[in-house]
């Protein structure tokens, strides 16, 4: 049996390819959020990035694995507490909806702006 491979998006930069990996696993917090009531922690956080670079055979340190995380944390509980939760599980669905690149999303389009900010912060 063959097994498909998951097709890799290449990233222009190192900066975008964080930005991104912020971007994913925000949407991966509150969707997890919406459903479970819970909240990733910032291991969990760290050990979805690392499968996720796995794949495209990259990887970062576990320090700035774990950076990334508290960053999407943030951004995920910012979110949740600023939005009723009709709004947030749109604003989740639409992330993780745009994580498909011939899926458009002004929404997820501001948001990778935010995510962006957050790590020049």
Not at 21 to 37: D, G, K, P
Not at 85 to 114: I, K, Q, T
Request: hydrophobic share 45%.
């Amino acid at each position: 049996m063959q097994r498909l491979k998951t097709p890799v998006v290449p990233v222009a930069t190192d900066r975008g390819m964080r930005v991104a990996l912020i971007f994913a696993l925000s949407a991966e917090r509150l969707t997890t959020y919406y459903e479970h009531a819970a909240w990733l922690t910032e291991g969990q956080g760290a050990s979805l990035i690392a499968d996720w670079l796995a794949r495209s055979q990259r990887s970062l340190p576990v320090a700035e694995r774990r950076q990334l995380s508290a960053l999407s944390d943030h951004m995920a509980r910012q979110m949740a507490a600023t939005m009723s939760r009709e709004a947030g599980l749109f604003a989740a669905h639409e992330m993780m909806e745009s994580l498909d690149p011939n899926y458009h999303s002004e929404l997820a389009e501001s948001l990778m702006l935010v995510c962006e900010s957050l790590l020049g912060e």
